[in-house]
């Protein structure tokens, strides 16, 4: 054999038992062994906050729209032609303001011939009295001048409401929202001079459910809200005891102070009443999970380092935060990595620094 060759053949034996016995004695034991070590000492860290219970007042929130307390229309009781309209329709107005004149005609004349016939009827009775005493009148005939006398007393008084009627006042202080009759027009018995609105205090009505009505009290207190921006608060003065047969709901009428006269007729509002307070937990929707039963909860690790899952429910969400039952009263709940993790899984848990935004 060519001596070349068989130098290259023993070269290449050597080899091959050198990178051999690297491999069976200086790699495959260490490697399997380190990459054990990593896995069985290898925890997840997850960050948590601590987090309790509060108070939560839970309301009922009522659908409504805004109503005024009183509205009327101002009607004619004697007829006659209107001589003078002092009030336009949109002015405010105070209890007695006049509203509507009409022409008194006759009625002045009538008053004055009424009085006078009274005087007339309450001298004749005195003297009747006088001559009683004396012996000269009997008690019949005393008797008949006090009829006399009071008949002409009531007639004097109804020719003074008559009088009176010619003039149309305002009932109460509030706001004249319509006055169809004119100076010149002719009111019969009954027509309409002008239609008032009582601004202060206002009403909000609503309806609620045969679920809900038991949980409004009569006096308690409710927040109006009209828009975003306007609030006020209110009282629950009436709570109907017949639901509507159509819909099956009750009427609630929310009492209101509206001194500004901001609160106008037929606008749509919202009424909440507190119906409860309970003890929940505000959190972040963004901590939220779903468990492999679909049910939302959050994940929270325990006093042994494990993950926990608790579900919850929601009773109030109010901007970027939920109001939530369920959880215990305090816990350390996972606000990041809890993606990552499984119920009974030991992890490693990093205390949120305060002030801190998830």
């Given at each position: 054999m060519n001596k070349s060759i068989l130098i290259a053949i023993i070269v290449t034996f050597v080899l091959a038992a050198w990178v051999l016995s690297g491999i069976l004695f200086n790699g495959s034991t260490p490697v399997?062994?380190?990459?054990?070590?990593?896995q069985k000492d290898a925890v997840f860290s997850v960050l948590v906050r601590e987090v309790t219970t509060s108070d939560y007042t839970r309301s009922l929130s009522i659908r409504g729209r805004t109503e005024a307390i009183r509205t009327v229309v101002l009607k004619s009781e004697v007829e006659g032609q209107v001589i003078e309209t002092p009030v336009e329709k949109g002015e405010r107005v105070e209890k007695g303001t006049l509203i509507c004149q009409i022409a008194p005609n006759e009625r002045i004349a009538n008053l004055e011939e009424a009085r006078a016939l009274m005087e007339q009827r309450r001298l004749e009775y005195d003297a009747a009295r006088e001559l009683s005493e004396k012996g000269h009148r009997s008690a019949t005939q005393v008797a008949q001048s006090k009829a006399q006398f009071e008949a002409a007393q009531a007639r004097m008084k109804m020719m003074q409401v008559a009088l009176d009627n010619t003039s149309i006042r305002a009932p109460f202080d509030g706001l004249?929202?319509?006055?169809?009759?004119?100076?010149?027009?002719?009111?019969?018995?009954?027509?309409?001079?002008a239609q008032i609105m009582q601004e202060n205090p206002f009403l909000v009505v609503g309806e609620v459910s045969e679920r809900d009505v038991n949980s409004l009290i009569l006096g308690s207190d409710a927040t109006i809200f009209i828009a975003p921006e306007f609030r006020r608060k209110g009282r629950i003065r009436y709570i109907s005891s017949t639901a509507a047969e159509r819909t099956r709901t009750f009427r609630v009428e929310v009492v209101v102070p509206n001194p500004d006269h901001i609160l106008r007729d037929g606008r749509t509002a919202e009424i909440h009443v507190p119906v409860e307070t309970i003890r929940a937990h505000n959190l972040s929707p963004s901590i939220l999970v779903l468990d492999t039963d679909g049910r939302l909860g959050v994940r929270a690790v325990n006093d042994k380092n494990h993950v926990e899952f608790h579900p919850v429910t929601i009773v109030s969400e109010s901007g970027n935060s939920l109001w939530v039952t369920g959880p215990p009263d305090t816990m350390h709940v996972i606000v990041s990595g809890q993606e990552f993790v499984t119920s009974g899984q030991e992890v490693h848990p990093v205390i949120e620094q305060e002030g801190a935004d998830t």
């Open positions: 399997s062994d380190a990459s054990t070590i990593t004249v929202d319509d006055r169809p009759a004119d100076v010149g027009d002719f009111l019969q018995i009954g027509g309409s001079c």
